[in-house]
T-cell receptor, first 113, second 110 residues
């Protein structure tokens, strides 16, 4: 089944404790991205990657890191999480930067206390 | 600054009626606009895309219009059903940076 998977689905952590949210897609898509979703603000793009080893900042990159060493994986790293990073996070992929339809993962609900 | 506004946070309608959702944008000139559906606890799912040179697009009970002069898209669900209850998001792709509206939560009552 074609899909985007994320792990973990739920995470509660404390301020300053480094964490990684994994994202994997099995559709051989070149383009992958991370979003956060907050009430009233909608989805905001954090980082995106047009291909392996190519990443770029979205709207709200501060406090996040990403890497794209393999085509299928695009982990999101929070080196020192803070409470304002409490949010619902979505990974998404699409065939290439020039195509339109994005496929979203199921989401990761992160709480930073 | 650039904005995407979906003018209703929530919309309640009766089953069988047509739901109309609005997406307005400012300071963008998108080549196309997309609509997604999001159910609680799930990621958005792509529904329709409309290009700037298309006035209208249909898919089953869904219809989308795109007026680049008004900078507005309308999303219609005809003969609405309770199963259509969800949040609907509009999105503009600005080069490689996709921008989403905050969404409209539609509830269709039986």
């Amino acid at each position: 089944e074609a899909q985007v998977t994320q792990n973990p689905r739920y995470l509660i952590t404390v301020t300053g404790k480094k964490l990684t949210v994994t994202c994997s897609q099995n559709m051989n898509h070149e383009y992958m991205s991370w979003y956060r979703q907050d009430p009233g603000l909608g989805l905001r793009q954090i980082y995106y990657s047009m291909n392996v080893e190519v990443t770029d900042k979205g709207d709200v990159p501060e406090g996040y890191k990403v890497s794209r060493k393999e085509k299928r994986n695009f982990p999101l790293i929070l080196e020192s999480p803070s409470p304002n990073q409490t949010s619902l996070y979505f990974c998404a992929s699409k065939r290439s930067a020039q195509t339109y339809e994005q496929y979203f993962g199921p989401g990761t609900r992160l709480t930073v206390t | 600054s650039q904005k995407i506004e979906q003018n209703s946070e929530a919309l309640n309608i009766q089953e069988g009626k047509t739901a109309t959702l609005t997406c307005n944008y400012t300071n963008y000139s998108p080549a196309y606009l997309q609509w997604y559906r999001q159910d609680p606890g799930r990621g958005p799912v792509f529904l329709l895309l409309i290009r700037e040179n298309e006035k209208e697009k249909r898919k089953e009970r869904l219809k989308v219009t795109f007026d680049t002069t008004l900078k507005q898209s309308l999303f219609h669900i005809t003969a609405s059903q309770p199963a259509d209850s969800a949040t609907y998001l509009c999105a503009l792709d600005i080069f490689s940076d996709m921008r989403f509206g905050a969404g409209t939560r539609l509830t269709v009552k039986p």
